[in-house]
T-cell receptor, first 111, second 116 residues
Framework: GDSVTQMEGPVTLSEEAFLTINCTYT??????LFWYVQYPGEGLQLLLK?????DKGSNKGFEATYRKETTSFHLEKGSVQVSDSAVYFC??????????FGKGTRLSVIA | ETGVTQTPRHLVMGMTNKKSLKCEQH?????MYWYKQSAKKPLELMFV???????ENNSVPSRFSPECPNSSHLFLHLHTLQPEDSALYLC???????????????FGPGTRLTVT
C-alpha cells in the first residue's frame, strides 16, 4: 500500500538557519503530496501541496518540490524563526485513498 | 464560528463512563473524518463519512461508535474505554465528491482524552 517516510526528529536549529525535512513516498499511480504543520495545542494545518511531478508548493517561506524520479517531497525553508517550532507531517493521497501521513518531524527553533 | 470546531477540548473519563466527542465544520464540505493521534505513533485514520455515509472503518474497536447526522456534524461516542485509548482525537473535513481524500483536509484543534 501507499506509505510516507520522513526523517526522524527532533530537529533543533538556531534562528535563521536553513531547514530541510526529508520526505519520501511509495504510491501506486500519481499521488498528490502535502505538508501539514501542527503547532502546540492545535490541530493540523495544510502548509503546502503539489499535485503533479515537478510542481513546487510554497507558503510562508516554506517550499517543497514534487520529485517523481526520486519519489521525494522534501520541505525546505531558507531562514527559520522561533515561531516555526512545530511538528511537520508529510502526506499523500492517490486520489482514491484517504490521506496517508508520515510519523511527523518535530522542529525546535531556538533564539 | 469558522473552520472545524471540536468540543470538548479536554476530557477525562473513567473506564466505565460513556461520553461523546463533537465535531462541527462550517466549510460546506461533504466528507468528515476521525483520527487518533497518540504520542510517538503515526496519525491513525479511524472513520470516514461522505455525505453522511460511512465509507471507511479502519478496524476500530466497537467501544468507539461514530455518528454523522448530517454533513456538518460528526460525533464519536465512547464507552468502556481503556487507558491505552488516551490520545488526541482529531476531526477533519474535506470537499470530496468521490468519497476519498483527493482534496486537502481541514482539521479541528482536537480533543485531548485521558482515560483513567
Amino acid at each position: 500500500g501507499d506509505s510516507v517516510t520522513q526523517m526522524e526528529g527532533p530537529v533543533t536549529l538556531s534562528e535563521e538557519a536553513f531547514l530541510t525535512i526529508n520526505c519520501t513516498y511509495t504510491a501506486t499511480g500519481y499521488p498528490s503530496l502535502f505538508w501539514y504543520v501542527q503547532y502546540p495545542g492545535e490541530g493540523l494545518q495544510l502548509l503546502l501541496k503539489a499535485t503533479k511531478a515537478d510542481d513546487k508548493g510554497s507558503n510562508k517561506g516554506f517550499e517543497a518540490t514534487y520529485r517523481k524520479e526520486t519519489t521525494s517531497f522534501h520541505l525546505e525553508k531558507g531562514s527559520v524563526q522561533v515561531s516555526d517550532s512545530a511538528v511537520y507531517f508529510c502526506a499523500l493521497t492517490s486520489g482514491n485513498t484517504p490521506l496517508v501521513f508520515g510519523k511527523g518531524t518535530r522542529l525546535s527553533v531556538i533564539a | 464560528e469558522t473552520g472545524v470546531t471540536q468540543t470538548p477540548r479536554h476530557l477525562v473519563m473513567g473506564m466505565t463512563n460513556k461520553k461523546s466527542l463533537k465535531c462541527e465544520q462550517h466549510l460546506g464540505h461533504n466528507a468528515m473524518y476521525w483520527y487518533k493521534q497518540s504520542a510517538k505513533k503515526p496519525l491513525e485514520l479511524m472513520f470516514v463519512y461522505n455525505f453522511k455515509e460511512q465509507t471507511e472503518n479502519n478496524s476500530v474497536p466497537s467501544r468507539f461508535s461514530p455518528e454523522c447526522p448530517n454533513s456538518s456534524h460528526l460525533f464519536l461516542h465512547l464507552h468502556t474505554l481503556q487507558p491505552e485509548d488516551s490520545a488526541l482525537y482529531l476531526c477533519a473535513s474535506s470537499q470530496d465528491p468521490s468519497g476519498r481524500s483527493s482534496y486537502e483536509q481541514y482539521f479541528g484543534p482536537g480533543t485531548r482524552l485521558t482515560v483513567t
